[in-house]
């Protein structure tokens, strides 16, 4: 009777432990802003590269300056947003929390590697379009993952687009159509998820 009783703990438990990790996602909301502020940048940076509007090129700097300051506070402030969500501290929740997390910070140091390439070798614009494939590699590296350990089979959707859009990226490398492709792309790979993760999302508790 004791060992049934252990035995039938033990299966209470594996249901807990995958409950929690299947638990719906709360990160939708900070997907859809960081999605919205890609999607404007990179078509403000081709409208720049492209003549449509005439600026110099150094205000590309400002931009981007522009969308991490939004960015920031807008996470912060969406974060704030969260203390009453269920599940929030879910293995799933937490696991899309810190894949998302390690995702930014590759970027970043992405990011200033090549500012360190440049100031050493000399300004070589393009190279800067990596990031872009390097950036949709990563997001389908991220969404693939949170899909199999989750079982949330939706995400290898959104995984294989943004694969299929790091392929084009590195394609379509120094040439100016690749932030249009690109701003595009990230509507299929980040805005329409998140919103789709939104939906999905758990009441507040009240």
Known sequence: MEQQQVLADLEYAKTLAEDGVKSPLVGGRFGLMWGVLLVITFTVQWAFLSGTVELPQHYLGFLWLGFG???????????????????????????????????????????????????????????????????????????????????QRWMLLPATAALLMAVVAFALLATVVLYLVAAIGIVFTVVLPSVHQLRNEPADVS
């Open 69 to 151: 300051v939004v960015g920031g506070i807008g996470t912060f402030l969406l974060d704030r947003s969260l203390r009453d969500k269920p599940g929030l501290r879910s293995v799933g929740n937490r696991l899309d929390n810190a894949i998302w997390l390690f995702f930014s910070l590759a970027m970043a140091a992405c990011f200033v590697g090549l500012l360190v390439y440049m100031s050493t070798r000399g300004a070589d614009y393009p190279m800067f379009d990596t990031m872009v494939a390097i950036g949709f590699a990563g997001q389908g590296m991220a969404y693939g993952t949170l899909s199999q350990v989750t079982g």
